[in-house]
Nanobody, 118 residues
């Protein structure tokens, strides 16, 4: 069974940076997609970013374009989300996801809390 394990959440002030990591059990195949979703208090779940394992192609939500960067490391079977210039509205539980369809939602990690204070 595929497992995704996140790490790297925490608390920062506005303008700060955090890097989230997500390690997948087993080695993904080229058609696999890994991504990140988030759920803020009182709001619906929101797509953040995704990366195609084979090509490295990326897609971002408009709300994070230019501030967040998703990447993957084939040797580590891991995906990363570099978050810069964080804003209070980025406060949420961030979930790593994986799958073969778009957006990837077949497998979910346990979630990691990101809190941005003003």
């Amino acid at each position: 069974q595929i497992q995704l394990v996140e790490s790297g959440g925490g608390s920062v002030q506005t303008g700060g940076s955090l890097r989230l990591s997500c390690r997948r059990s087993g080695r993904p195949y080229s058609s696999y997609i890994m991504g990140w979703f988030r759920r803020a208090p009182g709001k619906e779940r929101e797509f953040v970013a995704a990366v195609r394992w084979g090509t490295g192609g990326t897609t971002y939500a408009d709300s994070v374009k230019g501030r967040f960067a998703i990447s993957r490391d084939r040797s580590e079977s891991a995906a990363y989300l570099q978050m810069n210039n964080l804003k209070p509205e980025d406060t949420a539980v961030y979930y790593c996801t994986g799958g073969t369809s778009w957006p990837p939602q077949d497998t979910w990690g346990q979630g990691t809390q990101v809190t941005v204070s003003s």
